[in-house]
């Protein structure tokens, strides 16, 4: 699971590594380019918004308040400061933990991930 997690991490397939997990900023492609590894399966709804969310928070939060108690500057400059900083480190985490929410999935077999090789495993009759 952990190198999957680390590919979907560098937004790329966790199957063979290489090849572009995502289409644009957030659209998971249908199946890999490079390997043929079917992506689609995937169902990470809103896990990657709720751990961005869960991180950006958590770093933020007592960033801001050491901050503030710290340089004492003028709320608008705070304000601004941590506006960019929240969003830009939003942006920067959303795609890289949808890739490893995929990842994960992709490595449990969850949700269809695998589902060709249980068929062929199965006995046929
Ligand atoms: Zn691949």
């Not at 689609?40 to 709804?45: E, I, L, P, S």
């Not at 601004?80 to 939003?90: E, K, Q």
């Not at 959303?94 to 695998?114: D, E, N, S, T």
Request: net charge positive; proline share 8%.
């Amino acid at each position: 699971m952990r190198p999957a997690m680390l590919r979907g991490w560098r937004r790329r397939c966790p199957n063979c590594g290489s090849g572009p997990l995502l289409t644009g900023y957030l659209t998971v492609r249908d199946d890999c380019p490079v390997c043929n590894e079917e992506l689609h399966h995937h169902r990470a709804d809103d896990g990657p918004a709720y751990l961005t969310i869960l991180i950006v928070g958590h770093v933020m939060a007592p960033l801001i308040l050491w901050f503030f108690t710290t340089f004492r500057p003028d709320p608008l400059v705070m304000a601004s400061v941590f506006s960019v900083g929240c969003v830009a480190l939003s942006l920067y985490l959303l795609p890289r933990l949808k890739g490893m929410i995929v990842g994960i999935q992709w490595a449990k077999r969850m949700h269809g991930f695998g589902r060709a090789e249980q068929v062929a495993r199965t006995p046929a009759g």
